[in-house]
């Protein structure tokens, strides 16, 4: 991790924001491969979470997580300001996914959930500190 004369302190915040989503878009990727490859593992009503059934679930969250690993492995070099927003959009759309498959994963779900708005909370309130402090 880059600290010390060059990083402000905005850098671990965003550091640690990225990691976390590293971690939560891994989660997000193998739950999507359980829900496509074993739909029977989830214990939902009539097979479906909310108006998709568990194989459609598990594409979304398949597809989502890769996209929130992918861009919080960005936001561990500079953190441009496209991978910040980004983040933030993706992050918010993560914990409203998983909201709705609270249904078929409650503990889980609320653990991404809380996962994300942590994220969240590192991205937007470093949002206008510079990383770097210009040495």
Do not use: K, N, Q
């Not at 990691?19 to 009503?45: D, H, K, N, R």
């Not at 979304?60 to 500079?78: F, K, Q, R």
């Not at 996914?97 to 969240?120: G, K, N, Y």
Request: aromatic letters at 10%; zero cysteines.
């Amino acid at each position: 991790m880059r600290t010390g004369p060059g990083w402000s302190g905005a850098a671990g915040w965003v550091r640690f924001g990225a990691v976390v989503m590293v971690i939560v878009g891994v989660f997000g990727v193998i739950e999507g491969l359980v829900a496509v490859l074993s739909p029977s593992y989830y214990i939902t009503v009539g097979g479906a979470v909310f108006v998709l059934s568990l194989a459609g679930w598990g594409w979304v969250h398949l597809a989502l997580g890769a996209l929130v690993a992918i861009v919080g492995a960005s936001l561990l070099g500079d953190a441009p300001s496209w991978a910040r927003g980004t983040a933030v959009g993706l992050v918010a759309l993560s914990a409203i996914l998983h909201l709705t498959f609270v249904a078929a994963a409650p503990v889980w779900s609320i653990l991404v959930i809380a996962l994300d708005v942590i994220v969240l909370y590192a991205l937007i309130t470093t949002w206008d500190e510079p990383l770097r402090t210009g040495r």
